[in-house]
């Protein structure tokens, strides 16, 4: 079955760096990659997908990029504010009909320091 | 935030009692999923339903029972659990039309004496 492994597992990180997290995954036949935000209490929040047609995609300070070959994704966080720390969570699916089978990885704990 | 409800938030019991978690969803979807969140461990699929039929059972064991009435409610029956099943069980739905974006409710608390 797939399996979906996620480094760091903590990161730390200065208000206005950049933040890299990255994930690979075992089955090639995934096709679509979610990027989930848990803040601490608080339930799991989608902040960007990707689907395996496109290599990267955007949305203002937060962007993911997917290379099928090396079977690897990463989410990049640009400017950090300290409301960005949290926990994120990548996950991988291959289509399963009417449902969304994801496989989730172990998390990173993002901590940015003011 | 209230798309999703969970009840209750927190629940204590018994290895010998029994009790159900509670998920509605008020969104109009017609898939939901139990997740398991331990800590350090990835968030891990239980069960899938779609149109109110189980369409994925993660090899849970069957002192977690599901139950899904409608589209709208799924219960996660409790019995005889283990210690080791403290965690934080969470609830998802969506659409149903295959890879789209899954809402979770807040999770239900479990702590097994």
């Known amino acids: 079955g797939e399996n979906v492994e996620q480094h760091p597992s903590t990161l730390s990180v200065q208000e206005g760096d950049s933040a890299v997290i990255k994930c690979t995954y075992s089955d090639s036949a995934s096709n679509y990659f979610p990027w989930y935000k848990q803040e601490l209490g608080k339930r799991p929040q989608l902040i960007i997908d990707?689907?395996?047609?496109?290599g990267e995609k955007k949305d203002q300070r937060i962007a993911v990029t997917l290379n099928k070959t090396a079977k690897h994704f990463s989410l990049h966080i640009t400017e950090t504010q300290p409301e960005d720390s949290a926990v994120y969570f990548c996950?991988?699916?291959?289509?399963?009909?009417?449902?969304?089978?994801?496989?989730f990885g172990t998390g990173t704990l993002l901590a940015v320091q003011p | 935030e209230t798309g999703v409800t969970q009840t209750p938030r927190h629940l204590v019991m018994g290895m010998t009692n029994k009790k159900s978690l509670k998920c509605e969803q008020h969104?109009?979807?017609?898939?939901m999923y139990w997740y398991k969140q331990s800590a350090k461990k990835p968030l891990e699929l239980m069960f899938v339903y779609s149109l109110e039929e189980r369409v994925e059972n993660n090899s849970v064991p069957s002192r977690f029972s599901p139950e899904c009435p409608n589209s709208s409610h799924l219960f996660l029956h409790l019995h005889t659990l283990q210690p080791e099943d403290s965690a934080l069980y969470l609830c998802a739905s969506s659409q149903g039309q295959g890879q789209e974006t899954q809402y979770f409710g807040p999770g239900t608390r479990l702590l097994v004496l």
């Open positions: 996950a991988a699916s291959s289509y399963g009909g009417a449902t969304n089978k994801l496989i």
């Open positions: 969104l109009g979807h017609n898939a």
């Open positions: 990707i689907r395996s047609n496109v």
